[in-house]
């Protein structure tokens, strides 16, 4: 679909209520990150952040609306958040002729809005966060987005801090570690696993209608395969009191080849193929 079928001046609620129904991205979230240089990055590559007071590199982003990435450019850190999304931006309609409306903090406001609906046609929306402190931390709408997948980004060890020499290495680290983001939600979905909670909030436990301990835990085991059960929690549910000895029933199980032992005091269902 061409941009001019999104409208610019819609709301957040008439977005919320369209997204859904288009399969190609419509909207998006940009802002950036900077991120300390190791010793191996040459001092052509790097700059100093004023702001963060880092001296490193910028990651410039644009993520959707589901926090997955649309597209990244490492700049130096010296780089304005206005002159890096001038590129980002211009990289985005190349990529994405659908994207109409991108949301960003007041770092970007001034003479990028402008340039952005003249030359790109992007509706850049200025989401601003509230002068009043007395209402304490508030989560900004939209702006929280792009936030948590710069915390997922630095799950990843090696983009804690940049070792590469060159900027390109690091954009290409960058979308591995979204390819791996990306196929986790397909793999449990396939798999047939619950979705992960949104504020991670443990499942629901299953009812237990075996007569036995020894079925109970089975039960457990088989309701949630993809977690590591330690025997203390096994414990609690059960309501078992003396904790000693009930580690030691479980590591008897898993030496007979009921249960897994995953690791030290962690357990897990046998699957079939072992």
């Known amino acids: 679909m061409p941009p001019d079928r999104y409208p610019s001046d819609l709301t957040n609620a008439q977005w919320e209520l369209i997204e859904p129904l288009l399969p190609e ?6 802002d950036s990150q900077t991120v ?43 780089v304005q958040d206005r002159d890096g999304a001038h590129r980002v931006l211009a990289l985005l309609r190349e990529k994405f002729s659908t ?34 402190l007395r209402s304490g931390f508030v989560v900004l709408p939209r702006r929280w987005v792009v936030e948590r ?50 504020w991670n909030d443990p499942p629901p436990l299953p009812m237990l ?25 096994l414990a609690v549910i059960l309501g078992i009191e003396n904790v000693n000895s009930f580690r030691v029933q479980l590591s008897q199980w898993s030496h007979q080849g009921y249960i897994n032992k995953i690791g030290p005091a962690l357990y897990g269902p046998m699957h079939a193929s072992t």
């Open 36 to 78: 300390r240089a190791a010793e191996t990055v040459g001092a052509a590559a790097c700059g100093y952040d004023a702001g963060k007071k880092v001296k490193g590199q910028k990651r410039h982003v644009v993520v959707d609306t589901l926090g997955l990435l649309l597209c990244v450019m490492v700049t130096a850190a010296s």
């Open 149 to 198: 997948t710069f915390a997922w980004l630095v799950g990843y060890r090696r983009l804690v801090r940049v070792y590469e020499r060159k900027p390109e290495h690091h954009e290409a680290l960058i979308w591995w570690a979204t390819v791996h983001q990306m196929t986790r939600r397909p793999t449990r979905e396939l798999a047939d696993l619950p979705p992960a909670s949104r």
């Open 209 to 233: 209608s075996s007569p036995d301990r020894h079925g109970r835990v089975l039960q457990l085991l088989a309701a949630q395969p993809w977690r590591a059960w330690r025997g203390r929690e």
């Open 25 to 30: 991205p419509n909207a998006g979230c940009m």
């Open 99 to 132: 994207v109409a409306l991108v949301w960003a903090d007041g770092g970007y406001a001034g003479r990028l809005v402008t340039w952005a609906g003249q030359v790109v046609a992007l509706a850049v929306s200025i989401v601003r966060r509230s002068d009043d």
